[in-house]
């Protein structure tokens, strides 16, 4: 007995080319809200897939992205034919982001996920000078740097990457504590943690030298605390084709000279 279709939720970004795949594809198979669909497949560049995971993510639904931007390293290579034989044999990568919580200088709290990473970065000319503690006890007392980010696996190879981070296995357990541009201690490259840490970093001097903090897109300006810790909750299941899926990416971008 054959199969049924799956039902899908065709997303797009804005730009020409993601808009006309989208017309084409609902015109062959069909449209269907999140809520109502099987899996989601997004159209676009990865910042439209980030947007796809923190708007739809909650919804528990498979995502199988076709790479039609920029940069594409968590999407599929657009190729309309045969889409749902590729969704039928696609592997799937379980991403766990991180939880940020920062406390601003008039006492507000806001909470944020990240896919990629959790970044620190200095507001003004003003060099930051950042507390780190693990799991409560204090690593480093001062560090002076541009900023400071934590990255997940599959965010490792992203803004990480570009700050001299390493890149982590996706399934690894571990996240990246990544300086940017630190100045004291100058030698200090980051460190590589289990992913169930607490890292907080407290901001010193946030008048003269304030900071923002950023989850994947979402900033928060004037912090004075910042918390990042793996979800426990939440989980998010993309789609990859087998012979380019999350994992052989994440190796390859450590070969690439």
């Known amino acids: 007995m054959a199969q049924p279709h799956p039902r899908i939720a065709f997303l797009a970004s804005r730009t020409p080319e993601a808009q006309a795949a989208y017309e084409s594809l609902v015109a062959v198979h069909g449209q269907h809200e999140p809520d109502e669909a099987d899996v989601i497949c997004a159209l676009g560049g990865d910042g439209f897939m980030l947007q796809t995971l923190h708007r739809h993510g909650p919804r528990g639904k498979p995502v199988f992205g076709m790479k039609l931007g920029k940069v594409g ?39 944020s996920l990240a896919y990629n990473e959790v970044s620190l970065l200095r507001q003004t000319r003003q060099a930051a000078h950042v507390r780190i503690e693990l799991n409560g ?75 923002s903090a950023t989850a994947d897109s979402h900033e928060v300006r004037e912090v004075v605390e910042v918390t990042v810790r793996e979800s426990e909750q939440h989980t998010v299941t993309l789609l990859f084709d087998p012979e380019h899926n999350l994992e052989e990416r994440i190796l390859n971008e450590q070969f690439v000279t």
């Open 73 to 111: 390293f968590l999407m599929n290579q657009y190729q309309p034919d045969a889409l749902l034989e590729r969704i039928a044999a696609a592997e799937p990568a379980v991403l766990r982001p991180l939880e940020m919580i920062a406390v601003t200088e008039s006492g507000a709290s806001t909470h």
């Open 137 to 211: 006890q204090v690593r480093m007392e001062e560090l002076v740097c541009d900023g400071v980010m934590v990255a997940t696996p599959a965010g490792s190879t992203a803004y990480n990457y570009s700050a001299h981070g390493p890149i982590l296995p996706l399934g690894s357990s571990v996240i990246a504590l990544t300086p940017i541009a630190a100045f004291r201690p100058r030698r200090w490259r980051g460190a590589i943690l289990r992913a169930d840490t607490e890292v907080r970093f407290t901001i010193l001097d946030p008048d003269k030298r304030p900071v």
